[in-house]
């Protein structure tokens, strides 16, 4: 492990001074690829903006969990927006594309076992495919937006900025709603069609609402971008409410399902499991304490008859420039947990498969910006409980991820 990440970093770095004089002082020295001798320039004049980033993670499991081992994933992320207004005329038009290609390996499934996740690019399958799809609509001097297509919840609800720099998945979306649906919801890597509309009357705060398929992509192939309404694929409802006071920013989101799910121990006369909605709830606080720190704290809240997770919490902060002379150095320190609900411990006992309370997870992260189209990011984690498996040490996990802008 420690020969792949090294290997990593060393090609990196003899690489980059050749590149960067080669595409200093450009309109897109901060890409590998540059201005395409002009044509990326011109194609963004006309309304077209192409974006790119190839990610790669070299990480281990170097003590507890499932097993020691270590391995390579890898993303690529391609974006295309086209603006409405310079392409055919109408204000506040805007078409997103997004293509994503991801060979991750499964660190977490098959390495360390935890509830949380460890890597937010790991996935149970290759996957190549148009990942969201949508048309968006801004209306009253931009105070009002409609956004219709192929959509990832977790790129509008349940985002805190600093919660960003981390690898953990659960500092994406909340483990609680992460945990939920038939095949998850509509987040990475796989999303469904929905509708969002969303109220912005200042800076200050805005009001948004989306109705999403309740069930994302194709049960049985994941592999593919697979979209259509079953009758009983039901729906995915989410709001969320945020305002920055000046204390801080604070948000409020609710989420719930219109399709019906297994009670995990009440049946009814015939042993069947008995159906329920599920649903939760979320908050999240954002406040810069310093000129350069960021602090956050998220908890979100689901069904206990439904959800393994009965709540879910993490906090952390990020410290900017934290080398004074590395100007896009960033350190970050987070803490999350999740919470098994009291029927997933009972159903555990009747299956003969005891669960411990809770698992707690710790991150240590670096990010610096070493080259103008390369960020490199160090990154520690321990699993405490990994999930809330008795039969598991707690992990250690350490590796590197690479991130290429092109």
């Excluded at 086209?82 to 499934?109: C, H, M, Q, W």
């Excluded at 398929?213 to 989410?238: C, K, M, S, Y």
């Excluded at 409020?252 to 015939?270: C, K, N, P, Q, R």
Aim: with cysteine; net charge negative; charged share 20%.
């Amino acid at each position: 492990m420690n020969k792949i990440v090294t290997c990593l970093l060393s090609g990196a770095l003899l690489a980059s001074t050749a590149i960067t004089m080669a595409y200093a002082e450009t309109p897109y020295e901060g890409s590998l690829t540059g201005d395409w001798k002009g044509l990326r320039s011109d194609l963004s004049n006309k309304g077209v903006d192409i974006e790119a980033v190839y990610t790669i993670d070299g990480i281990s499991n170097v003590a507890g969990g499932i097993r020691r081992h270590g391995r390579v994933l890898d993303n690529i992320d391609v974006t295309a927006e086209f603006d409405g207004e310079k392409l055919y005329n109408i204000k506040g038009s805007t078409v997103f594309l997004y293509f994503l290609a991801n060979n991750g390996g499964r660190p977490n499934a098959e390495d360390v076992g935890s509830f949380q996740g460890v890597d937010n690019i790991e996935v149970a399958t290759t996957t190549a495919k148009l990942y969201e799809a949508w048309i968006q609509q801004k209306f009253m001097d931009d105070e009002i937006s409609i956004r219709a297509g192929l959509y990832d919840l977790n790129s509008e609800f349940y985002v805190t900025d600093s919660s960003g720099l981390f690898l953990n998945s659960t500092f994406g979306v909340g483990t609680e709603l992460a945990q939920s649906g038939a095949t998850g919801p509509s987040i990475f890597p796989t999303t469904s069609l929905g509708i969002r509309t969303k109220w912005q009357p200042s800076d200050k705060g805005y009001f948004q609402f989306v109705v999403l398929d309740g069930v994302a992509g194709d049960p049985n192939n994941q592999q593919r971008t697979h979209f259509e309404f079953n009758d009983n694929d039901g729906l995915l409802i989410a709001a969320e409410a945020s305002y920055n006071f000046d204390f801080a920013r604070l948000a409020l989101g609710s989420w719930t399902y219109t399709d019906h799910f297994d009670d995990l121990i009440e049946v009814d006369s015939a042993g069947t499991a008995i159906k329920k909605r599920n649903h939760g709830v979320y908050a999240m606080a954002e406040k810069n304490i310093t000129e350069n720190t960021t602090a956050f704290a998220r908890l979100g809240v689901a069904d206990k008859n439904i959800n393994q997770a009965d709540y879910a919490w993490s906090v952390g902060a990020t410290i900017n420039d934290i080398i004074p002379s590395r100007a896009d150095s960033q350190l970050g320190i987070a803490a999350s947990g999740a919470h098994n609900s009291s029927k997933y411990k009972r159903s555990q006992v009747t299956a003969g498969t005891p669960a411990d309370s809770a698992e707690i997870g710790f991150e240590l992260t670096y990010s610096e910006q070493i080259l103008p189209w390369l960020r490199v990011q160090p990154d520690v984690q321990y699993t405490i409980n990994p999930g809330t498996n008795p039969a598991l040490e707690d992990s250690w996990m350490v590796g590197v991820r690479l991130e290429v802008n092109f």
